[in-house]
């Protein structure tokens, strides 16, 4: 496996090429085992893995502690290593209804109060906005995160699911790190606008939902049900005839697996990595068996022939329904 490291933009840090996202050990889709989840974490900090990405509003402060549990109990020199990605600013309710963003200075020194404690660290290493409040301006929120830098408090700033010009007024106010952006063979929406911004600043991008949530991961079937307070029982990608014609893309995926001797989601990954070395993808494994199968993704490389094979299989815009509901579609900023 390789050992490189991948730089996040030019003002971040050095981390491995592939950062674990811990959000769905904490119920976002469906159950999950908590003594799996710390395992998972200690095993991919002991594989290399740095950059450990979770947000206050995972759980409501569930999968903060979480974290705080798996650096706890990992060997000190494992626990050293461990870079802390966070994001702040959603509003729930108890039944999990979304309320929205608050971006707010107040808030942002807030909940960036109550993570670290949660958290158990004097600091965290990147801090960022999960969507773009849109009553207050860019410029205060980044602002507020640049004041918990001076402090000692946030090493580096990110940002997430923004558009091009929420990007060049955020690093006009403060330098950014990276963006952290859905990316993946069937959500490529940034490759239009938001990857040349972005390249043009020297800020990297975190890919989240590389598998799609398990839609591209090869191990989902036809049939598959969710449970009610599982994300994917909303998504529209995975509901009836789109499910059908999306998983239809997978099996066309499949076929380039096999003569590559990977799996779906190997390849997958593969191709996010080989989008560039300012990508960092996050693969949310739950399980050790799920990480291991991530990991293997370093070892396969796509020539370009193999890459033309992909696209020909999953042509961008090839995917049926948005990436989310429509409610949430219209808070991202990204998508304007």
């Known amino acids: 496996m390789t050992t490189r490291t991948r730089d996040l933009g030019t003002t971040g840090p050095r981390v491995f090429p592939l950062g674990l996202g811990c959000m769905g050990m904490s119920g976002m889709y469906g159950e999950s085992d908590r003594a799996e989840s710390i395992a998972t974490i200690h095993a991919a900090l002991d594989a290399g893995v740095t950059l450990l990405d979770t947000g206050d509003f995972y759980g409501m402060g569930h ?24 994001k702040f600013g959603a509003q729930r309710g108890p039944d999990g209804a979304w309320y929205g963003f608050d971006g707010s200075p107040a808030a942002v020194k807030t909940f960036a109060a109550y993570s670290l404690q949660r958290l158990g660290v004097d600091h965290i290493d990147v801090y960022r906005p999960a969507r ?5 301006p860019i410029e205060e929120t980044v602002g507020a995160i640049a004041e918990l830098v001076e402090k000692g408090y946030v090493r580096h700033i990110g ?6 010009d929420t990007i060049r007024r955020a690093a006009a106010t403060a330098p950014i790190a990276d963006l952290q952006i859905e990316y993946a063979l069937i959500s490529r929406g940034p490759e239009r606008e938001i990857l040349p911004t972005l390249r043009e600043l020297g800020i990297a991008v975190t890919a989240y939902g590389v598998l799609s949530r398990g839609l591209i991961s090869g191990h989902l079937t ?14 529209p990608r995975f509901q009836g005839e789109n499910l059908q014609h999306n998983l239809t893309l997978v099996e066309s995926l499949r076929k380039i697996a096999e003569q590559k001797g990977a799996t779906v989601a190997q390849i997958a990954i593969a191709w996010v990595l080989s989008r560039g070395e300012d990508i ?3 693969v949310g494994a739950r399980t050790r068996e799920r990480l291991g199968e991530a990991l293997g993704a370093l070892d396969v490389t796509l020539d370009a022939a193999d890459l033309d094979a992909v696209e020909a299989a999953v042509p961008a815009d090839a995917a049926a329904g948005e990436r989310y509901a429509p409610a949430q579609m219209a808070m991202l900023d990204s998508e304007r």
């Open 280 to 282: 960092v993808p996050l």
């Open 159 to 164: 940002l997430s699911e923004v558009g091009p």
């Open 132 to 136: 773009l409040d849109p009553d207050v």
């Open 63 to 86: 999968n903060e502690l979480l974290v705080a549990e798996a650096l706890r109990t990992a060997p000190a020199a494992l626990r050293e290593n461990a870079l802390l990605s966070v």
């Open 222 to 235: 036809a049939g598959q049900k969710f449970a009610a307070h599982d994300f994917r029982a909303q998504s």
